[in-house]
């Protein structure tokens, strides 16, 4: 079946301006969670959806981050006013259910958006 | 403040041999540690897991061993194979209700032929 899907693969774009990111997790799979990898760094946790509500946000970094998920399904990490600090690589990862099978559940990972910011 | 620790960037093995990436962590409250691994341009993939109420897991080729008196672990190859070259990052969660990961910076290994 179909792993984890992320759009676009790439994304320039110039400092200040908007941009949204979108990940298609695996079909069935009801948690959804965001990663970002800067430069030489490890992955960093940003948000974690159980369906369509977000339990922890914690990881956000600033207010102009945000995300949704819609439909148990698509979710849309939203940046505002992007700085060049936002360049990194945004990895979405989903689980099967992180209620049932606890902090034990696989996470798979999508490909990554590189985002770079000018 | 980096809760999980891979000090070492990069190693080179010889096909055949043993690789052993090793992974410290700093929060007690983790107990559930984790291998990805990750090649150019994918996401990362699972590899093996421990609970820390165990020492050792094996899968295959790939053994993971947990110290947690020294919040130390490390990953075994063997035999490593020129496929095995890619970045390994370690992983931690705790009782958060839910996976959340913390990861490593990752080690790249390199399994010459």
């Known amino acids: 079946g179909a792993g984890v899907s992320q759009s676009p693969s790439n994304k320039v774009t110039e400092k200040g301006k908007d941009v949204e990111l979108r990940c298609d997790p695996i079909?069935?799979?009801?948690?959804l969670y965001w990663y970002r990898q800067s430069l030489g760094q490890g992955l960093e946790f940003l948000i974690y959806?159980?369906?369509?509500?977000?339990?922890?946000k914690s990881g956000l970094p600033s207010d102009r981050f945000s995300a949704e998920r819609t439909g148990g399904s698509v979710s849309t990490l939203t940046i505002q006013r992007t700085q060049q600090e936002d360049s990194a690589v945004y990895l979405c990862?989903?689980?099967?259910?992180?209620?049932?099978?606890?902090?034990?559940?696989?996470?798979?990972f999508g490909p990554g958006t590189r985002l770079t910011v000018l | 403040d980096q809760q999980v620790k891979q000090n070492s960037p990069s190693l080179s093995v010889q096909e055949g041999r043993i690789s052993i990436l090793n992974c410290d962590y700093t929060?007690?409250?983790?107990?559930?540690f984790l291998w990805y691994k990750k090649y150019p341009a994918e996401g990362p993939t699972f590899l093996i897991s421990?609970?820390?109420?165990?020492d050792k897991n094996e899968d295959g080729r790939f053994t993971v061993f947990l110290n947690k008196s020294a919040k130390h672990l490390s990953l075994h190859i063997v035999p490593s194979q020129p496929g095995d070259s890619a970045v390994y990052f370690c992983?931690?969660?705790?009782?958060?209700?839910?996976?959340?990961?913390?990861f490593g910076t990752g080690t790249r290994l390199l399994v010459s032929p």
């Open positions: 990862a989903s689980s099967l259910s992180s209620r049932l099978a606890g902090y034990t559940d696989t996470q798979y």
């Open positions: 929060n007690s409250m983790f107990d559930y």
């Open positions: 421990i609970s820390s109420i165990k």
């Open positions: 959806f159980q369906g369509n509500s977000a339990p922890d």
């Open positions: 992983a931690a969660s705790g009782h958060t209700g839910f996976q959340k990961l913390v």
């Open positions: 079909s069935g799979h009801t948690a």
